[in-house]
């Protein structure tokens, strides 16, 4: 009997490349929604801002819009797989209730019930659990997914460490004797970079990019998009998004996504991580065809980070959780094209991938140790709004 749980994983993983790119030119129609709903509040909930929210109150707009990834990840429909048609002209139709949102709502409730009477009120069950990528979920097993080759896809948040891996001690060593050394990571203070980026937020379109990170997690992006400069800061306490032609321009980032964007910032300086977690895991997975090693790190009442090392000792890949609400919802980085920079490996593209959407960043240079002025991880003060 073959383990069918991955199974799902890599279903949903073909199928959604498609799913992903429509649910992400949805995004942009939200992106148009009127700023005239926009709140002066740093973090308003998302009932403050949009029409006609029923069942998922209280929780604020950055939280409610990965809930929206997630619903459209868990079911792979678009986002006009549920919503009107109309949201592709008009943003205000997001507020339509179809047949599939009303059902949407029943589901929220639902979800909620079934974790308050039988688990504790741990999101334990979510649309995923039931859905596995699919808007009209099975009833009964499948032979075929029974009796398929297994493939190794370990990513949910419950891991168990393969026997016989190497320790996270030999792991760590290996990855940083990879990239150059602890002595010459150690030298690295501070990486400043320019290039290209391209995701549903540039709609497509590649736009120039600068980059700055400071150890030890202070790292600011800022997208040159067409009509707007696209910011992401973060200055190792608090963290923004600035995407002018959304409801809230200015996004003060909060709980998993403040959280969140912090690990991401330590990911320019990545041995750290070995320190920031308390208990480490490892076990084996697959990228592609290439066979890595997953360092899973752990501190009690915090959700996972995974670390992908490769064959070379290289990070091929960082996996981190965010919180919405109907469950959590992964957020990945991959890297490659590793080139040497002051006598260490730093990897030129990088790829973002999450449940809304998926960005490339593409160096054309990297530079270590240029001194950087500390107010550029502050809060965004846009050239172009
Ligand atoms: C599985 C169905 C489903 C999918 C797919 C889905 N949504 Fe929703 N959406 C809902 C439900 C249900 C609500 C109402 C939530 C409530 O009442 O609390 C909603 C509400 C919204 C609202 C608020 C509308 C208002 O003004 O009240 C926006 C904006 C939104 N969704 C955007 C999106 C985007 C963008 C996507 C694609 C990434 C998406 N949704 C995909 C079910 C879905
Ligand atoms: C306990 C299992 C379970 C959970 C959890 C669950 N669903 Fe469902 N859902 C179902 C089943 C079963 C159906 C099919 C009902 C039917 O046969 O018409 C369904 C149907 C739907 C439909 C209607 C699809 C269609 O057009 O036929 C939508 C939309 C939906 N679910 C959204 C969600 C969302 C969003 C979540 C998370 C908030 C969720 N569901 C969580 C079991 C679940």
């Given at each position: 009997m073959k383990d069918v749980k991955n199974r799902g994983s890599i279903r949903g993983r073909r199928l959604a490349g498609g799913a992903i790119a429509v649910a992400a030119s949805c995004l942009l129609a939200v992106a148009f929604?009127?700023?005239?709903?926009?709140?002066?509040?740093?973090q308003p909930m998302a009932e403050e801002v949009y029409s006609d929210v029923q069942?998922?109150?209280?929780?604020p707009v950055d939280e409610f819009n990965d809930t929206m990834g997630m619903f459209a990840s868990a079911l792979l429909l678009d986002c006009v797989g549920c919503h009107s048609p109309a949201i592709t002209h008009?943003?205000?139709?997001?507020?339509i209730p179809t047949p599939r949102i009303q059902r949407a709502r029943q589901m929220v409730v639902m979800m909620n019930g079934i974790n308050r009477t039988?688990?504790?009120?741990?999101?334990?069950?979510?649309?995923?659990?039931?859905?596995n990528g699919d808007y009209f979920p099975g009833q009964a097993p499948s032979l075929r997914l029974q009796y398929s080759e297994l493939v190794d896809?370990?990513?949910?948040?419950r891991f168990f460490a393969a026997v016989g891996a190497p320790t996270a001690e030999e792991v760590f060593g290996r990855y940083t004797e990879a990239l150059g050394g602890a002595d010459r990571l150690a030298a690295i203070t501070s990486i400043t970079g320019t290039g290209t980026y391209v995701g549903f937020d540039t709609a497509h379109a590649v736009v120039p990019m600068e980059f700055y990170a400071a150890r030890p997690n202070k790292r600011t992006i800022v997208a040159h998009g067409a009509l707007s400069d696209l910011i992401w800061a973060y200055d190792g306490t608090n963290g923004w998004k600035y995407q002018?032609?959304?409801?809230?321009?200015?996004l003060s980032l909060t709980g998993t996504s403040l959280t969140g964007i912090g690990l991401d910032a330590m990911a320019s300086f990545p041995t750290q991580f070995q320190d920031a977690f308390s208990e480490w895991q490892v076990g084996y997975g697959d990228i592609g065809d290439d066979q890595v090693e997953i360092l899973r790190g752990g501190n009690p009442g915090e959700h996972p980070v995974e670390l992908y090392i490769d064959d070379a000792g290289m990070l091929r890949r960082f996996l981190r959780w965010t919180d919405t609400g109907a469950g959590p919802v992964p957020v990945r980085m991959d890297f490659s094209d590793y080139r040497e920079v002051s006598g260490v490996q730093m990897p030129f593209e990088v790829v973002l991938t999450w449940t809304n959407g998926q960005s490339t960043l593409q160096f054309d240079q990297l530079e270590a140790n240029v001194a950087i002025d500390?107010?550029?991880?502050?809060r965004p003060q846009p050239d172009r709004p």
């Open positions: 929604l009127a700023g005239q709903k926009a709140s002066a509040q740093a069942v998922l109150k209280g929780i008009d943003p205000a139709a997001f507020a039988y688990f504790g009120g741990e999101q334990r069950v979510t649309c995923f659990t039931c859905h896809d370990p990513h949910p948040l002018p032609d959304t409801p809230v321009p200015l500390d107010a550029i991880f502050g």
